[in-house]
């Protein structure tokens, strides 16, 4: 039963915003004429932490805030392999992570790349938009203005993560 009463936090935060995590759409979010900004809320010292241990894959719990849509409790977490930073960590944002099934945009996850290694910015928005344009299969990029805790951090590329939902959206 104690188990059970944990999770209540968790499962009504799902009923509550099952039906605004739909309200944008996919195509909303990667519409390339606009420079949106994404908003992550989350404690001071996880923030900190995931700096830190920026070469580990551990999620934090936050919130992501974007336009007027909030999808709350997701995992935040490092990401990347050679383009790992401490001061401009890329970003892995999992919807799912805490709660079970959650979406937003019908996606389970959307990647932040923070450019490390690409100063103009343009290589994969340019790339894989091009693939794209030939009817290749190809992710969706756009770039977006990231702040945590209210604090802006950079500009990011956000990027459509190639998984089940991206194969049945191009195939």
């Known amino acids: 039963q104690a188990s059970f009463q944990a999770q209540i936090p968790y499962v009504v935060a799902a009923l509550l915003t099952a039906g605004l995590a ?10 390339p004429s606009v420079l949106r ?10 923030w900190d932490t995931l700096k830190a ?8 719990r936050g919130d992501f805030q974007w336009g007027g849509l909030t999808v709350p409790i997701v995992g935040i977490r490092s990401r990347g392999s050679a383009s790992r930073n401490a001061h401009k960590p890329g ?7 805490y709660i079970d099934g959650q979406r937003a945009f019908g996606l389970k996850s959307i990647v932040l790349a923070n450019g490390i290694q690409d100063p103009s910015m343009l290589k994969q928005r340019l790339g894989l ?11 969706r990029v756009v770039h977006v203005r990231v702040f945590v805790n209210d604090e802006y951090i950079g500009l990011y590329q956000l990027i459509e993560p190639i998984d089940k939902i991206f194969l049945a959206r191009v195939f």
């Open 22 to 31: 739909d309200a944008q759409t996919f195509d909303e979010l990667f519409d």
């Open 37 to 46: 900004d994404v908003h992550l809320r989350m404690k001071a010292d996880d």
């Open 53 to 60: 241990h920026y070469l580990e894959d551990t999620n934090y």
């Open 91 to 97: 970003l892995k944002i999992s919807f799912d992570e």
């Open 129 to 139: 938009g091009m693939f794209a344009r030939m009817g290749m299969p190809a992710p």
